[in-house]
C-alpha cells in the first residue's frame, strides 16, 4: 500500500511528534521513516483487510435490503 507523498510527509511528522510527547526525546527522519516503514510492511495490510470485511458486510447487508424490496414488487 502507498499513500502520496504528502501523506507520508505528515504521518512521519505525527509520529515524530509522538515519540517527542511520549520520550522527551527527538527522533530523526530516517527513524520515523523507519518506523513509517514498518507499519506500513506489517500493519497496512491487516488494517486494509478489516476494512475490506467492514464494506464487505455493508454491501451485503444493501443487497439483502435490495431483495427484500424485489420480493415485496413481484405480483402474487
Same mark, same amino acid.
Given at each position: 500500500?502507498? $499513500?502520496?507523498s504528502?501523506?507520508?510527509? !505528515? =504521518?512521519i511528522?505525527? $509520529?515524530?511528534?509522538?515519540?517527542?510527547?511520549?520520550?522527551e526525546?527527538?527522533?530523526?527522519? =530516517?527513524?520515523?521513516?523507519?518506523?513509517y516503514?514498518?507499519?506500513m510492511k506489517?500493519?497496512?495490510?491487516?488494517?486494509?483487510?478489516?476494512?475490506?470485511e467492514?464494506?464487505?458486510? !455493508?454491501?451485503?447487508?444493501?443487497?439483502?435490503?435490495?431483495?427484500?424490496? =424485489?420480493? !415485496?414488487?413481484?405480483?402474487r
Amino acid at each position: 500500500m502507498r $499513500l502520496r507523498s504528502d501523506q507520508k510527509t !505528515v =504521518i512521519i511528522q505525527k $509520529l515524530q511528534d509522538y515519540y517527542y510527547q511520549e520520550h522527551e526525546k527527538e527522533l530523526g527522519i =530516517i527513524g520515523a521513516e523507519n518506523l513509517y516503514d514498518f507499519f506500513m510492511k506489517n500493519c497496512a495490510p491487516l488494517i486494509y483487510n478489516l476494512a475490506i470485511e467492514d464494506i464487505q458486510g !455493508v454491501i451485503l447487508q444493501q443487497f439483502e435490503s435490495i431483495q427484500e424490496d =424485489i420480493e !415485496v414488487l413481484k405480483k402474487r
